[in-house]
């Protein structure tokens, strides 16, 4: 029994060698960017830089960077709160099937993720102009909708594993149907809304789209600075700089996310099998 324990325990070649492959592939683009950020000069066909220097973090680490990595995470912060609010309701009528027609209350739901930004930067950029609309609003609720089919699906999966019965049971021992929501059933949501706020941030701490076109460059985020950066010949250690610094907060973030629905949504224990006795032996 305990040989068996312990066999078991051990560590797994494939899903080592699975593992290490998609780290490798989520990491690989990373290197060139370090190795650019950290470059002075590197010209064709050198493998290396020819000479190492922080002159792309020297040019960066300015007052407008700063304040375009403030509009970032204000932005991104909005949408994942909206998002994830409107997510976890809608979820909830996916996840309990609290709707007729299901399926078309799903289609439309997914519509956003096959609607080109671009188009709908296009279309609404004269919209916002002429109706006096707050750009930066604008950008918030535009993004918000092309980041809720991922907050919908992620709260609503959560939704379909959970006994809408929990919620009645709470009502008939008194509670009213918001305590029977806030007590009962949020705390179960918990690392399915942390997940939907990390996706929903990424939306909008990413977006360069809707941002350039409806914002009208007014609005002057970390991604428009890459963008602008990458525009010129020779800025190499510049845009590496950029866009190290916008991988960064991202990553910091899928690590405290994993750690919270790690913390919040434990793997469920498996039952201890029990060892057979042996042939012609008795059982304790």
């Not at 279309?123 to 909708?145: K, N």
Request: glycine fraction near 8%.
């Amino acid at each position: 029994m305990t040989s068996q324990v312990r066999a078991t325990a051990r560590w797994r070649p494939q899903g080592g060698w699975a593992a290490l492959a998609a780290v490798t592939v989520l990491l690989a683009p990373l290197a060139p960017l370090v190795l650019w950020a950290v470059a002075d000069r590197w010209a064709f066909p050198a493998v290396l830089p020819q000479r190492w220097g922080v002159r792309g973090f020297s040019e960066v680490l300015t007052a407008p960077t700063r304040a375009a990595v403030g509009r970032s995470a204000a932005v991104g912060a909005a949408v994942a709160v909206c998002a994830t609010v409107l997510g976890a309701a809608a979820g909830r009528v996916v996840g309990w099937n609290l709707i007729r027609r299901r399926g078309l209350t799903v289609a439309l739901l997914m519509t956003p993720v096959g609607v080109p930004p671009v188009a709908v930067g296009m279309g609404l950029d004269t919209v916002v102009l002429r109706s006096g609309i707050p750009q930066t609003g604008a950008v918030i609720v535009i993004l918000t909708v092309f980041a809720l089919p991922y907050t919908v699906f992620t709260v609503g999966s959560r939704y379909a594993h959970l006994d809408p019965a929990l919620e009645e049971q709470a009502r008939l021992l008194g509670a009213t149907p918001a305590q029977a929501h806030t007590r009962v059933t949020v705390p179960s949501l918990a690392a399915a809304l942390a997940a939907a706020a990390f996706l929903s941030f990424l939306v909008g701490w990413t977006d360069y789209t809707v941002t350039l076109l409806v914002g009208g460059g007014q609005l002057v985020t970390l991604p428009m600075l890459i963008g602008a950066a990458a525009s010129n010949v020779g800025n190499e250690p510049v845009v590496a700089a950029l866009s190290m610094l916008s991988v960064l907060p991202p990553l910091v973030l899928l690590v405290l996310a994993a750690k919270v629905v790690r913390a919040l949504d434990p793997p469920t224990a498996r039952p201890a099998t029990k060892s057979r006795p042996a042939a012609g032996g008795s059982t304790p």
